[in-house]
Structures are given as C-alpha cells and as structure tokens.
C-alpha cells in the first residue's frame, strides 16, 4: 500500500482501487476544447519536426558516401552482421536518391544544401510549435486563473475562516503553474 494511501487512511481499510492518472486531467477538456485548432497546428509541427530530424541522418550518410567514394548510397562492402543487415534495408532506399553520384561535387552541393534547408527548416517548425503551445498554455492558464478568482469570489466569508491563506495562494500559484507546464512543454516535450 502506497504512503499515501495509508496517509489518508489510517486504518488500512481498503477504499478501492486509485483512478487512473488521464481522470485527473478531464476537468481541463472544457479549457483545452477553446484552442483545439492552436493545439492541433502546434502537434502538427512537432509531427513534421519528428519527420524531418529523420532526414537529417539521412542527408549526412549521402554525405558520407560521397566522400568515400561508395558506388551507392548505404552500401559498404565492408559491412558485416548487424551492420550488414541495416544496410540491406537502406540499399532499397538507395535506389530511389536522386542526383547521387561517388566522389561528385554536385552530389556534395545538392545534399549539403538539403542539410542546411532541413536544419532551417526543423528550426522554424520548432519555433512555430514553441510558439503555438506555449501560448496556448498561458491562455489557458489565464482563463483557469479567471475562473478561480471568480470562484473565490463568490464563496462565502466563512470559507475564508476555515481555510488558510497560504494554502489558498500555494493553489492559486503553484497549482496552476503546474497544469501550465503540463499543457506546454509538457504536450511539446513528449
């Protein structure tokens, strides 16, 4: 049993099972459903930056082979094992690279250019998704701000009795920058 669990319950007496983290979060679906298109843009761009940092490697071996003179893009001759195996599957994709030719400074100039176009462009799709999450988490941080204070608000003196300031603030501040983290960076980083 968790310390928890038994923090909250003393007794040890069963009170079920825990409800699943996701339950915690559903009370941010009427917030997150204002900026469903901010979201959907901001995980689209981190999508197609997941895209492009895998042609990165990609452009980085035709490089590679350029340099070192292999007849085809992704095949070694000497290669063995495990190694050999990952190659076999690339030589399909060697196939299909345009403009490559061994020792060409053509090829060097066509693929160092797509290098620095895909870093340029991973770099703008980062900044956009940046852009778009973040800001989407510090509006919804506001709007939860506004509703607690509206809540607070209204609520009764006596409600102010019986809890502690402090503790009111730590919810108010603390709390909240949690969820924002969580809808930010939290959403982006994952």
């Excluded at 930056?49 to 990165?56: A, F, K, P, S, W």
């Excluded at 980085?60 to 350029?66: M, P, Q, S």
């Excluded at 797509?114 to 940046?130: D, H, N, Q, T, Y």
């Amino acid at each position: 049993m968790s310390q928890a669990t038994t923090r909250a319950n003393p007794a040890g007496a069963n009170t079920g099972p825990e409800p699943p983290p996701s339950k915690d979060l559903r009370g941010l679906m009427p917030y997150l459903r204002r900026y469903t298109s901010s979201i959907v843009f901001g995980l689209f761009m981190v999508v197609l930056m997941g895209i492009i940092g895998n042609v990165l490697p990609l452009a980085i071996g035709i490089l590679t082979d350029t340099l070192s003179g292999s007849p085809a893009p992704f095949e070694h001759a000497g290669s063995t094992g495990a190694a050999l195996a990952a190659m076999h599957r690339l030589s399909a994709l060697s196939r299909a690279i345009p403009y490559y030719e061994p020792n060409s400074r053509r090829t060097l100039e066509i693929y160092c250019l797509v290098l620095v176009l895909c870093v340029a462009l991973k770099g703008l799709l980062s900044f956009e998704a940046r852009w778009k999450l973040i800001s989407v988490s510090r509006d919804i941080e506001y709007d939860i701000r506004s509703d607690l204070l509206n809540r607070l608000l209204a609520l009764e003196p006596e409600f102010y009795v019986r809890n502690r300031t402090g503790e009111l603030m730590s919810r108010a501040t603390n709390d909240l920058n949690s969820v924002r983290m969580v809808l930010g960076p939290g959403i982006m980083y994952s």
